[in-house]
């Protein structure tokens, strides 16, 4: 599949994430490198909490950020999860409630990119991982 944007980049700064992630608890560290349709990257680690409902993933950490700098088109995401100080061995699928974070401002074509390394990687769709979703049109 021929993307737009620098995969392996935007890969590689979801891997460095991981570096920013709060995990006390799991130890499960994840990193997401979000792409704007302006080109700048935004990443963000997973924060946990005592409180464990209070735990906010990678990929939101990310998109609220943009999202609070004034960014509301994205291009794409990549996530990269696994034990803290060890490359990750699975795939970091995104959690529901950020699927649905992501149909709120995923812009045509946006992409979701799951990784393990700069180089083994998978690129979907939003509708391949939230089939049938809710989003704005929904309620107008
Ligand atoms: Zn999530």
Redesign the pocket.
């Known amino acids: 599949m021929k993307l737009e944007f620098d995969t392996e980049k935007l890969v590689k700064a979801a891997l460095e994430a991981r570096q920013m992630a709060y995990t006390p608890y799991s130890h499960y560290t994840v990193g997401a490198a979000l792409l704007t349709a302006e080109g700048e990257i935004f990443q963000g680690g997973n924060i946990e909490n005592a409180s464990y409902g209070a735990t906010n ?4 950490t990310a998109i609220f950020k943009a999202v609070s700098e004034s960014r509301r088109r994205f291009l794409a995401i990549a996530v990269a999860g696994g034990m803290e100080g060890q490359e990750p061995v699975d795939y970091a699928y ?6 649905q974070v992501m149909k709120e401002f995923a812009g045509e074509g946006f992409r979701i990119i799951v990784a393990k390394s700069a180089s083994d990687y998978q690129v979907y769709t939003l509708e391949e991982l939230l089939p049938h979703g809710f989003g704005g049109e929904s309620i107008q």
């Not at 993933?57 to 939101?60: L, Q, S």
């Not at 995104?94 to 699927?99: F, K, L, S, T, V």
């Open positions: 993933c990678a990929e939101r995104p959690c529901g409630i950020c699927r």
